[in-house]
């Protein structure tokens, strides 16, 4: 079992590396050297958190991995279901800029995760149809594809997210930050185009302190004068 364990995680990281290498290209090309730096630490943190998370469970048994699935998913699902009460209460819209390389990423992801989740759909009925050993085996193999369902809606839905500047706040990856919480903003030197906002803390759990959004040209001095309006530099 911990060689079948460390086969699948080494799987994993051949998979996860060259996805890194590219999300680290057009981070480079889209906000800057430094930022794009900043997000592939982030995401290597993630990576090393997730690969922990993993070898914890292994140990924990079925029953800990049904339970993360299932918890998981009901995440997923209260954010998707409290989004336009989330976005109601950030105010009326002030500028939607539109969709950015970050969201077309995680589209790109979350049709891949959507792929993986229909093989795993197939292989999970053709497990269920062969028989299986007790009930427990059946909720295991259930939460194995609630997890990945899961998982993939959660990408697609951050992928057709829309950066909006709100009345109240900003809406950005389907998470609201209200105007408060902003300490200052600048644009990049090297590109123009691109906006740090920084927080006085992180909006979420393992999220950086910043934000580094690539603003379309013909946007910018709309979005400069929002900022400038609500964010005391």
């Given at each position: 079992?911990?060689?079948?364990f460390f086969?699948?995680?080494?799987?994993?990281?051949?998979?996860f590396l060259?996805?890194m290498?590219i999300?680290?290209?057009i981070?480079?090309?889209?906000?800057?050297?430094q930022a794009?730096?900043?997000?592939?630490?982030?995401?290597?943190?993630?990576?090393?958190?997730?690969f922990f998370?993993?070898f914890?469970?292994?140990?924990?048994g079925k029953?800990?991995?049904i339970?993360?699935?299932?918890?998981?998913?009901?995440?997923?699902v209260?954010?998707?279901?409290?989004?336009?009460w989330?976005?109601?209460?950030a105010?009326a819209l002030?500028f939607?800029?539109?969709r950015?390389?970050?969201?077309?990423?995680m589209?790109w992801v979350?049709?891949l995760?959507?792929l993986l989740?229909?093989?795993?759909?197939?292989?999970?009925i053709n497990?269920?149809?062969?028989?299986?050993g007790?009930?427990t085996?059946?909720?295991q193999?259930?939460?194995q594809l609630?997890f990945?369902?899961s998982l993939?809606i959660?990408?697609l839905s951050s992928g057709?997210?829309?950066?909006?500047?709100?009345e109240?706040g900003?809406c950005?990856?389907?998470?609201?930050?209200k105007?408060?919480k902003l300490?200052s903003?600048?644009?990049?030197?090297?590109?123009p185009?691109?906006?740090t906002?920084?927080?006085?803390?992180?909006?979420?759990?393992?999220?950086?302190g910043?934000w580094?959004?690539?603003?379309p040209?013909a946007h910018r001095?709309?979005v400069?004068?929002?900022?400038?309006e609500?964010?005391?530099?």
């Open positions: 079992m911990m060689l079948e086969s699948t995680g080494l799987i994993l990281l051949i998979i060259p996805a290498a999300a680290y290209a981070s480079y090309r889209t906000i800057g050297h794009a730096q900043r997000r592939l630490g982030r995401s290597a943190l993630l990576i090393l958190l997730a998370v993993g914890g469970l292994h140990f924990l029953y800990g991995s339970s993360i699935c299932f918890l998981f998913a009901a995440y997923v209260l954010w998707l279901l409290t989004w336009n989330r976005k109601k209460k105010g002030l939607d800029v539109g950015f390389s970050r969201s077309k990423l589209l979350g049709v995760e959507a989740a229909v093989f795993n759909t197939w292989s999970a497990t269920i149809s062969t028989g299986l007790n009930d085996e059946l909720v193999v259930i939460s609630v990945f369902w993939a959660y990408f057709l997210s829309r950066l909006e500047f709100r109240n900003i950005y990856m389907l998470s609201v930050v105007w408060e300490t903003y600048r644009w990049n030197q090297e590109k185009s691109i906006v906002i920084e927080f006085k803390q992180p909006p979420y759990l393992l999220s950086t910043f580094s959004v690539p603003i040209s001095d709309t400069e004068q929002i900022l400038a609500h964010v005391n530099n």
